[in-house]
């Protein structure tokens, strides 16, 4: 179930008892509790000062407590409340973390890593329904993006942006070209990869061919591997499909108004744009823009490309 449907219904069910809590439950223990007060202060004054409590302010202290205290089960819903309707507001409309499961997005993000999600970037959007309620900044050609996946909107991808409405991106032997103008690259040394040699068992299947590529002069690492060829084997059946040409060299898309087109960094590992289709704006979650955490790399806290 989405996780966010979970805790809007949290939300809702321990609001409904804190609210009764304030209104109705409360009042009744704060007359019970004044009520035990009174009983002992009665039954002080009638056994007289001989047999009066030595301690009669802290007795009628632990009456009041006693008295006073949630019941477990309002203690588990109304108590809990405020935290959650907290945890609610901050991952709806502010930040919402993720964690990255797959190397589709090696080197700039790695398996492991913990990221955090800027939620209002792109406009505010209405927790369960995703219905832009600001309009917030245009999305940029080379943003990070978390969205939900088009083919099943339960599950939550992470790609880059690499082409707005309107825009003809062609992936071409392993070269992209947005707009008929080639984005420059820069070739650095091979990246190694060490899932990719623990999964193949052999040292140099590890190590993979790593760019730095230039979109609009936001520069992020690419990786490619010589070993794969470069066209797109079993496309899908998507919306629009009939905007891209696949032939043996790759595919080109022209992007559809409303959509984008997204690719991974690490791109012969990536299931993106090139074979599920185009991403609709009302799927977009947010910007990523931090790892908070990577338990085997502390040194990877930090902001990213």
């Known amino acids: 179930m989405n996780f966010a449907l979970i805790l809007f219904v949290l939300v809702v069910l321990t609001g409904i008892a804190w609210v009764a809590d304030k209104l109705f439950f409360m009042p009744q223990r704060r007359r019970a509790a004044e009520a035990a007060v009174a009983e002992f202060d009665r039954q ?17 202290a632990k009456l009041r407590d006693e008295k006073l205290r949630q019941p477990w089960w ?5 108590s809990f409340f405020p935290v959650i309707l907290v945890v609610f507001l901050v991952r709806s409309f502010v930040v919402e973390p993720f964690k990255i499961p797959s190397g589709s997005m090696v080197p700039t993000l790695l398996v492991g890593d913990f990221i955090l999600v800027n939620k209002f970037d792109y406009g505010l959007r209405l927790p369960i329904t995703n219905t832009k309620v600001t309009e917030g900044r245009p ?20 790609k880059r942006v690499i082409g707005l409405p309107g825009d003809v991106v062609a992936y071409q032997d392993k070269k992209l070209t947005i707009n008929g103008q ?10 190694y990869d060490e899932e990719r040699d623990e999964a193949s068992g052999n040292q140099r299947a590890g190590y993979m061919k790593q760019f730095e590529e ?7 690492r690419i ?10 084997v079993g496309a899908d059946d998507y919306p629009y499909r009939s905007n891209c040409n696949y032939n043996d060299r790759g595919v080109i898309c022209k992007v559809p ?9 690490n791109r012969d590992n990536s299931a993106d744009s090139r074979y599920w289709g185009f991403v609709p704006d009302a799927n977009l ?11 085997s790399d502390l040194k990877r806290i930090g902001s990213f490309e």
Not at 182 to 191: G, I, K, R, Y
Not at 214 to 220: A, C, E, F, L, V
Not at 285 to 295: E, H, L, T
């Open 257 to 265: 108004p409303g959509n984008y087109f997204m690719m991974g960094d």
């Open 285 to 295: 979650v947010g910007r990523a823009f931090f790892i908070w955490m990577n338990f």
């Open 214 to 220: 230039d979109i609009d002069g936001r520069k992020n």
């Open 44 to 60: 002080q004054a009638r056994v007289g000062e001989r047999f009066a409590d030595e301690n009669p302010a802290q007795t009628r």
């Open 182 to 191: 080639p984005v420059p690259e820069t070739q650095l040394p091979d990246f």
């Open 139 to 158: 999305v940029k050609r080379g943003d990070v993006v978390v969205f939900r996946y088009p083919k099943d909107e339960s599950v939550d991808y992470i």
């Open 74 to 78: 309002l203690e588990y819903t109304a």
């Open 223 to 232: 990786l490619n591997n010589p070993a794969v060829p470069p066209f797109v």
